[in-house]
């Protein structure tokens, strides 16, 4: 039997990404094969579908770095079919074949075993912007922050990395403040959790490499500047997690804020994450993510859509979590 799938090639110097029905032969090697219910639309597979990154490293090859469905077959142990199973990251749309098609085949080591709380619809709201704002919350706790040090700062509120994780840590009982591009939608980052907004122009600029101490801790998606003035404003012995760079991959800032303040900046990867890490993160999801407040950051679209919705996200016009259901 056939399926449909994103297929991306390289015909000359820019990325072609059509719908195509493909078979099993064309899938890449695996011990497990899965049918896929959903994907998701995260800044790397905007970054993917437009070849601004790289991202892509062989081609042809069916892009998205999220996928999650039911195993189909197995050559596995751990893995049974009819198992519910997710995948973020590691290979898929930069090596491997990605979650952008209704079958995958992937090796077993990729895969986690879907919590309880979670369908595969849910799973890929998350996605890995979800899980990605997770481990950020993670490395916050690690370096030893709790609600009573003070405020956290979420740059790039509006994206997915960045509503959920206003809505994790404003269920574990922090105050966030949430800074972003666009007032106008203020009430969906206060329905969120956020307890104040503040405009992403006030961190996007060059600032001093020292300023006044505002917040504890802070989860930033943006870099380049934006991170340079979110370390300078952090208070002493609070920890940054840094994740993303939609504004720059450079970080123009002094070491004084660590000498002087005894700032952590903790990096974040999902994609390389060992197992047990994700799994912990995912299970905390499955506890502490409020549903009613992951539903209200979900879009659904279908596969055709894919390649419109992550133009946009440089945009800046795509808010929350973009799900993709890859049978619509």
Not at 36 to 42: E, I
Not at 119 to 148: F, K, N, Q, W
Not at 170 to 188: H, N, Q
């Amino acid at each position: 039997m056939t399926f449909k799938a994103l297929l991306a090639t390289r015909p000359e110097k820019t990325i072609c990404v059509d719908l195509v029905a493909l078979d099993d032969d064309d899938l890449m090697p695996g011990d497990v094969t899965i049918d896929v219910d959903y994907s998701t639309v995260n800044y790397k597979d905007a970054l993917a579908l437009s070849g601004k990154a790289g991202v892509i490293q062989t081609f042809p090859l069916i892009p998205g770095i999220d996928l999650a469905g039911t195993v189909r077959h197995s050559s596995n142990p751990d893995f049974v079919i009819g198992e519910r199973v997710l995948v973020n990251g590691w290979g898929l749309s930069q090596t491997h074949h990605g979650g952008y098609a209704q079958r995958a085949r992937v090796g077993a080591e990729w895969l986690i075993k879907l919590p309880d709380a979670f369908s595969t619809r849910d799973a890929m709201a998350i996605g890995t912007a979800g899980y990605t704002a997770m481990l950020c919350v993670m490395a916050l706790e690690h370096g030893g922050l709790t609600p009573a040090h003070g405020d956290i700062l979420v740059t790039g509120a509006n994206g997915g990395v960045g509503s959920i994780a206003i809505a994790i840590l404003s269920g574990l009982g922090y105050r966030v403040i949430a800074s972003t591009g666009r007032a106008g939608e203020a009430d969906y980052l206060r329905a969120l959790g956020a307890a104040e907004i503040i405009d992403r122009a006030t961190l996007s600029e060059p600032g001093r490499p020292l300023a006044g101490e505002r917040w504890a801790g802070a989860v930033d998606a943006v870099g380049s500047h934006t991170l340079a003035n979110v370390i300078a404003q952090t208070r002493y012995r609070g920890v940054v997690a840094a994740c993303g760079l939609a504004q720059g991959s450079d970080l123009p800032a002094t070491v004084l804020p660590f000498i002087l303040r005894n700032v952590t900046l903790a990096g974040i990867d999902s994609v390389n994450t060992p197992r047990s890490s994700r799994e912990t993160a995912w299970a905390r999801l499955g506890r502490e993510l409020d549903p009613a407040k992951l539903a209200r950051t979900i879009t659904t679209i279908g596969l055709a859509d894919v390649p419109g919705v992550a133009a946009s996200m440089f945009a800046g016009k795509v808010q929350g979590r973009t799900l993709v259901d890859v049978n619509a």
